[in-house]
């Protein structure tokens, strides 16, 4: 039978509780949240010991700080021999064995005159538990000697921080330690962008591998026919809660500007501003001009106008022999008249006739 001590310390409780427990094989010293310890009541060597640790709990102790040191030389009971913590010489450098992790130098905790490899060999180190001097210091020691197991289990698991930060385990607590854009006590929150709407004339399409229109969030934007994106075509929601950029708008078309006809006139509706997509313009010219092409263009969505501009050509009067006086239209008809008099008056009569029919 063996005696297990229990420490725990409550959250509303000023004072530590400590319990006593009868149990074989172990003791347990902990609290409710953050790291607990364990301790072999048996003596193994170091390689059994870290073995018994990860079996049954996380690993040997790694000392974080002092604060840690003092905690453990406070409440672990003092045994005929020391305890074997989770530090080891590989490759001539001591190192953390959970973590990969070598020991820095101002983390060192040696006892006096320490580590001194005097048996040569003493690659594994114990902690010093109530010990008359250098309490809580630590020695190097042969690795096949036997010593108590001092393990640890961590209560910092891939749900400690909502999965957005990085659990950092504390004595009788843990901190979250929150990727960026993620806030609060366990990580939780995230920050928020303000909410975004299609631009006018346009379309948007959102991503939120989180929340809607938080950290990370993307959207991309396009325009409709006959219109262009005047801004960044994806924005994202940043870790300081604002987009990226601003959101794109939807711009119509422009085509070139139109002039009112010479010797006429121009009628245009814009739809979507002056000469832009769907501008529709109609022409007229005034008495005594014919117009010459079509009467209305239209803006289409590349950006040039449908049909050319008409013009206006002024009526032309010819007196031809016989002292018949004809109105014409400009100086090639002119001309063709002139050819077809020549040959036949008869036919030019006939065509004059057609003409004004």
């Known amino acids: 039978m063996v005696y297990c001590v229990h420490y725990t310390m409550l959250w509303f409780n000023v004072r530590p509780a400590y319990t006593v427990f009868l149990l074989s094989g172990l003791a347990l010293l902990g609290c409710c949240e953050g790291w607990k310890y364990f301790y072999s009541e048996d003596t193994m060597d170091y390689d059994h010991a870290r073995k018994w640790c990860t079996e049954n709990y996380t690993d040997l102790v790694a000392i974080q700080n002092q604060e840690e040191i003092e905690y453990l030389n406070k409440v672990i009971p003092r045994m005929k021999v020391y305890y074997w913590i989770g530090l080891r010489k590989i490759d001539g450098i001591w190192t953390w064995v959970g973590t990969k992790k070598p020991l820095v130098k101002e983390a060192e905790n040696w006892a006096s005159r320490e580590p001194n490899n005097q048996k040569l060999g003493e690659d594994c180190v114990e902690i010093y538990i109530k010990r008359n001097t250098d309490q809580g210091k630590w020695n190097d020691e042969l690795c096949t000697i036997k010593k108590h197991a001092l393990c640890y289990q961590a209560d910092c698991n891939n749900s400690s921080c909502s999965g957005n930060g990085v659990c950092e385990e504390k004595i009788n607590n843990y901190t ?30 959102c991503f939120h591998p989180f929340k809607n229109f938080s950290y990370n969030s993307s959207c991309d934007f396009d325009c409709n026919k006959g219109f262009i994106r005047k801004g960044d075509g994806t924005v994202y929601c940043t870790e300081s809660g604002k987009w990226s950029t601003l959101q794109p708008e939807c711009q119509a078309v422009t085509c070139s500007i139109l002039k009112t006809l010479d010797h006429g006139t121009m009628t245009c509706s814009h739809p979507f501003g002056n000469f832009t997509y769907t501008t529709n313009c109609t022409f007229e010219c005034k008495e005594g001009f014919l117009l010459i092409g079509n009467d209305v263009t239209e803006c289409t969505a590349s950006g040039k106008w449908s049909l050319p501009v008409p013009t206006c050509q002024k009526f032309m009067t010819l007196s031809v022999i016989g002292g018949t006086t004809t109105t014409l239209v400009g ?27």
């Open 176 to 205: 979250c330690r929150c990727h960026e854009g993620f806030f609060g006590p366990i990580c939780q929150y995230t920050s928020e962008c303000n909410i975004l709407h299609a631009p006018a004339y346009g379309s948007m399409n």
């Open 331 to 357: 100086s090639f008809v002119t001309l063709l008249l002139l050819m077809i008099y020549r040959k036949s008056k008869s036919l030019l009569n006939d065509f004059v006739v057609w003409l004004y029919s």
